[in-house]
């Protein structure tokens, strides 16, 4: 983690988010941890610089989806992490198709939650053991296709596609990487098009559990293509 992160923990369970703040703040004492007992309390943060969020899906006054669409309006420029004690790969896959960097159930180990963190820092997306393991969940209609196209991952890709996948593979929305990038919303849609249409996928969830099963996470942190990722 970076000397000065800021961080936001988000959580109805005081001590929950207490051992959550010893737990980023062993790994790295500078680490400035904000923390809110609901949405809506987190609504006086708004504004402020956040590298991650770490919240709950279930809090009082918002539950689910809806809970992480709003923190991810809230705080658009940061990585938004659920933390979470339902551990149902259907919950997992939604809440990555909704945006989400990383899913992390909340009886992950501690050592497991740092690593998790630690892969969400570096651009990349954790999704837990379980759920890539759950028979189905990365089910496509056309998985052949992509395993064949794996050797030659990512020459098939343009930069500026590589540059999208990067985003979306950090859980940002489409206006986001649009803005990132320099591009319009619609070219984002196509470039997302293509990337689908190579991994053998037809949506963000998909798209995760693929990049997940051929390791392209580790082919997309290679300098050159590190360059292509938009910075803050």
Known sequence: MNPGMRVLLIDDHPLFREGLKGLLLGLEPSVQVEQAGSIDMALSLQG??????????NMPGSQGMEALLRTKALFE??????VSG??????IQSAIQHGAAGY???????????????LVLA??????????????????ASAPAAAAAAPSWPKELSPRQLAVLRCLLQ?????????????????????????????????RAQAMYRAHELQLFS??????????APHH
């Open 86 to 91: 339902d551990e149902s790969p259907s919950t």
């Open 219 to 228: 082919a997309l942190d290679t300098p050159q293509l590190a360059s292509l």
């Open 104 to 118: 992390v159930p909340k009886t992950t180990d501690p050592s497991v939650t740092i690593q998790a963190l630690r």
């Open 171 to 203: 859980g940002k929305p489409n206006k986001v990487i649009a803005r990132e990038i320099g591009i319009a919303e619609g070219t984002v849609k196509a470039h997302l098009w293509a990337v689908y249409q190579l991994l053998g996928v037809s949506n």
């Open 123 to 140: 651009q990349g997306t954790y999704l837990p053991p379980e759920a890539l393991r759950q028979p189905g969940a990365t089910e496509t």
């Open 48 to 57: 402020q610089a956040f590298d991650l969020v770490l919240m709950d899906l």
């Open 77 to 82: 420029a940061a990585a938004v992490v659920v």
